[in-house]
């Protein structure tokens, strides 16, 4: 068992004070004392630690991903199983499952607190970037589960951007390439290959009149990002690093299309 399902599971105690804390103690039915208002300021318990990182990249995301999914007003079937699937992906089980689906049942409320969820997990990934951005498109994917993307959901999304420190340039074009991959790798022998090229280079993030040197460049940047072990090291749960693997296979699969067209 990770750090962080010995935590749900009780053996550590409660470690993570703020609405993050608040949130993910609700979840796991631990009863805590108003003492553990001030515990962000106690020595040895700074943001950064990475295992409240993991704590914190845990219970944001799927609080954050039950508010993405009530955003419109309702939350529809494609939207719930979205998140069962990305719990069956992390092979989450037990009380780690249990308290997943309460996370995300907290962050359907109407008085869930989005801006300070958003405040205390900048603070405790602490510069972490490519932690962040892995949130991010997460929270993309979970906007799209439905096919489409509204304009509560957008406005969500940009909310979360906005106490990331995301800027709007470098959300579009992760917003590009998400639907590039989601194209990319939904197509059918009946979609033409030229389609499935233009894609793989969106996948990437770049044109396709890049050199062969801007590609390799383009597909080691985002091999780094999404790294498991280097995330893992920044704090993203263990239970995640599946999720973190899925995407460096499908970042190398459009750098294998590319270099096979050229």
Partial sequence: MSWLGKVVGGAFGFLMGGPLGAILG??????????????????????????????????????????????????????????????????????????????????????????????????ECHRRTNLIRMFLELQIQAAYADGQLDGAEENVLHIICKHLGISKFEYERIKLQFQAQQRFY???????????????????GIEKTATDAEVKNAYRRLMSQHHPDKLVAKGLPEEMMVIAKEKTQQIRKAYETIKASR
């Fill in 26 to 123: 609700a979840s796991v039915g631990h009863q805590f004392d108003e003492g553990l208002q001030g515990m962000d300021d106690e020595e040895g318990l700074n943001p950064g630690d990475q295992h409240r990182v993991q704590m914190a990249f845990f219970t944001a995301t799927f609080s954050v991903m039950g508010h993405m999914a009530k955003a419109d007003g309702r939350v529809t079937t494609d939207e719930i199983n979205l998140a069962k699937r990305v719990m069956d992906e992390l092979a989450l089980s037990g009380d780690m499952r249990k308290t997943a689906i309460n996370l995300f049942e907290q962050g359907k409320s109407a008085d869930f607190p989005l801006y300070e969820v958003l405040d205390q997990f900048r603070r």
């Fill in 186 to 204: 939904g197509y059918s022998q009946q979609q033409t290959a030229s389609n499935k090229l233009e894609d793989a280079y969106a996948v990437l």
